[in-house]
């Protein structure tokens, strides 16, 4: 056997092992074999480069990118419309069978909950891969792509065709990113979804091919004149599997709306079993010619429907409520629960928003309480299960002093909850600067909650500011800290001296000041010294800016230790870059109001999406409300918009109107 031969032979071992290991999940290497394979494969490469390609196993490693470029859609990626209960559901059938007066077979797939792309395969080869976007246009991501072993980067058949897939990451690794995060003090994700997101968009793509994503294969669009013998979707879709591609082992052909029915009954509940999240099933006409009869509208298709599983709610008991001081000196309520299994995962802790929740409620300690997960992802209380044992529980009495200092708690005027007021007390320290860390504010990756408590119990800092004056050294006189770790907190600390002007000033607490209204500050008074010398009537000019807000900004910047906080800013080098200008003028003029969780776009992305369209964001609907765009489970801001007769956007709405 020659060189050439060997590495072709040692290219197909080792992509069928992955095929069987990340598809299949039937491996037949052990990881020995695998490891003595791989690398040959590349000392074989390595010594002859005239040999590698771009199909080879070894090209999955990664490498780093200045930035992701935008790249425009071949086909389109459409979004799906939702349905909620069965009478939905049969409504949607019906409209789809009115005209073809027979039963339509439908194909059923659980709805990943996580991030579409689209991949084009030319000749057999993965040559490029690209993010949903706004469907019409999305990032290449092709490197960070190819780490992912449940993509095949050759095909078992030389073919011509585009699959849309969604990428994930499985619980039981998201789970283990997450713990080995608080050991060191790096970033927490909130939930797969997000932790899948925040590696795909990785420039080191070599961070990417060290957490485990997967994929699950949704569809193909077959371009080979062979392939168009193809007359179903579910053809479509063992034809997808046939060629290395994972298919859901799940999948289910059904004859007629009952069985789809039976379908996402069956799987309410049964999925917390699996080992990723599922959120809904989606349903699709499988004749691909009826498909193409009913086509679409300006969103989504007419052939295909989402049905969104209901929240889970489950019952356990309220063993006490802890409290605990927040950035702003607030001191919040946290129920401990009885540990239960809630939408797939063990929970014994769960929110009770403030206390005037709690007695609007009457819940109490002892009480057996109803718990649920707000949007899938934050357990919260929602009531307690009525019984005679509730009256002889003691009612709950709000704490008098602070649980972490001691201190007085106070009530505040216009504002719900009681606070701390001392301005040393360590919990309201760690809390503000864990804010100041977070993503909304200075986005300094590796600085954990455990990492900021040690520096406070050492009397390393006293305050956020006091980051900046921390070496290498430092961090490493820190629990489980090594020399790496040290530098690349050293780094994101200085790296985040930079940041965007609205980002220091949400960074700074300044009450009643959030992310959208810090965003407005920045783009009228462009410095924080304009800001800072910023007088009543010059803030209450600003569209959005009212008289409270206003109060809040003088009064922070008239305050003697934040006037000395800020030139501690300055002597640190801390210097904010201005806001980019917006991409075009679509939205000029008009404000936006989100509510509720919507399907394709996090809050976040929406809303960067309306300011990139100089459009605007607020978070309360009043009469300068333009629009409210509104996605699952709104809560009331959607009877406040419709007694105002402000204009209601669903998500699907929404991107029409930018597109």
């Known amino acids: 056997m020659d060189i050439l031969e060997r590495i072709e032979y040692l290219k197909t071992e080792i992509n069928k092992s992955n095929y069987e290991y990340y598809v299949n999940e039937n491996p037949y290497l052990t990881d020995f074999e695998y490891d003595n394979l791989f690398s ?17 196993p070894t090209q999955r490693v990664g490498s780093v990118s200045e930035k992701f470029f935008s790249h425009t859609h071949k086909y389109r990626l459409y979004s799906l419309d939702n349905t909620h209960n069965e009478e939905e559901l049969i409504k949607w059938y019906e409209r789809v069978c009115k005209d073809y007066n027979k039963e339509l077979e439908l194909v059923c797939e659980l709805k990943i909950d996580g991030l579409a792309i689209a991949l084009t ?67 927490v994700f909130a939930n797969p979804r997000n932790a899948a997101s925040g590696s795909l968009r990785q420039l080191d793509s070599t961070i990417t091919a060290k957490r485990d994503l997967s994929m699950f294969t949704y569809t193909g669009i077959f371009e080979d004149e062979s392939d168009q013998n193809i007359k179903t979707h579910y053809e479509g879709m063992m034809k997808l599997k046939n060629l290395g591609f994972k298919v859901n ?113 009457d819940i109490r300690i002892g009480d057996n309480v109803l718990i649920m997960k ?29 649980p972490s200092c001691g201190w007085k708690l106070t009530s505040k005027k216009d504002l719900v909850g009681l606070f701390c007021t001392n301005p040393n007390c360590e919990s309201l320290m760690c809390a503000k600067t864990e804010f100041w860390v977070s993503k909304n504010a200075m986005d300094i990756d590796n600085i954990g909650p455990n990492i900021i408590q040690q ?3 050492k009397n390393m800092i006293s305050s956020p500011i006091d980051l900046y004056r921390l070496l290498p050294q430092d961090f490493m ?23 965007p002007l609205n980002r220091l000033i949400t960074a700074l607490g300044i009450t009643h000041v959030g992310k959208e209204t810090a965003e407005i500050l920045a783009n009228h008074f462009g410095s924080l010294d304009k800001l800072a010398s910023a007088n009543m009537d010059e803030l209450m000019n600003i569209d959005s800016i009212g008289s409270i807000i206003a109060v809040s900004v003088v009064k922070f910047f008239s305050n003697s230790k934040n006037i000395k906080m800020i030139e501690e800013l300055k002597e640190l080098g801390i210097n904010p870059t201005s806001i980019v200008a917006p991409k075009s003028n679509k939205l000029e003029g008009k404000t936006f109001v989100l509510t509720g969780t919507l399907e394709t776009l996090s809050r976040d992305e929406a809303s960067d999406i309306i300011k990139q369209n100089g459009g605007k964001t607020s978070s309360s609907v009043s009469k300068k409300t333009s629009y409210v765009l509104a996605g699952a489970n709104p809560g009331s801001k959607i009877d406040k918009a419709q007694n105002l007769g402000v204009i209601i956007l669903t998500e699907k709405e929404f991107l029409e109107m930018i597109n």
Request: net charge neutral.
């Open 249 to 361: 082992p799940h999948i289910r052909l059904v004859k007629n709306i009952q069985g789809a029915i039976d379908f996402c009954k069956e799987w309410e509940t049964k999925r917390f079993e699996l080992d990723y999240a599922t959120d809904g099933v989606v349903i699709k006409v499988n004749d691909l010619n009826i498909q193409k009869d009913l086509g679409f509208t300006a969103r989504a298709p007419k052939w295909a429907t989402a049905f969104k599983f209901p929240p889970e709610v489950v019952s356990t008991k309220l063993l006490d409520i802890e409290t605990n001081t927040g950035k702003t000196g607030i001191v919040t309520p946290v129920a401990i629960l009885e540990p239960v299994e809630l939408a797939g995962s063990t929970v014994s802790r769960a929110s009770l928003h403030n206390f005037d929740e709690i007695k609007r409620l």
């Open 477 to 499: 006189m820190l629990d489980l800290v090594k020399e790496k770790s040290a530098s690349n907190m050293y780094v994101a600390i200085q790296e985040s001296k930079t940041r």
């Open 40 to 56: 040959e494969l590349k000392e074989l490469e390595e010594k002859y480069p005239m040999f590698k390609t771009s199909d080879s």
């Open 121 to 187: 395969y030319e000749n057999g080869l993965f040559k490029i891969g690209v993010t949903r976007g706004d469907g019409v246009t999305g990032e290449n991501i092709t490197t960070n792509l190819k780490t992912i072993k449940a993509i095949p980067l050759k095909l078992f058949e030389s073919k011509n065709l585009e699959v849309r897939g969604e990428i994930y990451m499985p619980k039981t690794s998201f789970e283990k990113l997450n713990q080995e995060a608080i050991n060191t003090g790096g970033k």
């Open 455 to 457: 520096l406070y119990e």
């Open 374 to 402: 707000a949007a899938e992802i934050i357990p919260k209380v929602i009531k307690y299960v009525e019984s005679e044992d509730h009256e002889k529980l003691e009612k709950y009495m709000p704490p008098q002093t602070c």
